[in-house]
């Protein structure tokens, strides 16, 4: 059994960074798709990046390049959200999610991914 837990959110002001960790249980092996996810209080749920744990090819949303970097750690099962230059649009609720083979940009909906965390709050402030 799959299991996912995020760990990292708080309340930061803007500019500033945080880390998100998001470690798995319930793996024999690297080739997933590790995906971060956010959903803000009267939003739709919408992808922040995907990050394959093995080979470690990642996939952003055009709102968060160049500020948030995908980091994984395949002996510790753990996938890393580093988040820059936050900006108070980022506050959400950030899920981790995790599906069995290659990321791609098709899976930017969420729907293709049977497992998911809990989520951890961020909130940015100005």
């Not at 798709?33 to 803000?40: H, I, K, L, V």
Request: with cysteine; aromatic share 12%.
């Amino acid at each position: 059994q799959v299991q996912l837990v995020e760990s990292g959110g708080g309340s930061v002001q803007a500019g500033g960074s945080q880390r998100l960790s998001c470690v798995a249980s319930g793996y024999q092996h690297s080739n997933w798709c590790m995906g971060w996810f956010r959903q803000a209080p009267g939003k739709e749920r919408e992808a922040v990046g995907l990050i394959h744990l093995g080979g470690g090819s990642s996939l952003y949303a055009d709102s968060v390049k160049g500020r948030f970097t995908l980091l994984r750690d395949i002996p510790m099962w753990t996938v890393y959200l580093q988040m820059n230059s936050l900006k108070p649009e980022d506050t959400a609720m950030y899920y981790c999610a995790a599906r069995f083979g290659a990321c791609s940009g098709l899976y930017f909906a969420g729907e293709q991914f049977p497992y998911w965390g809990q989520g951890t709050q961020v909130t940015v402030s100005a």
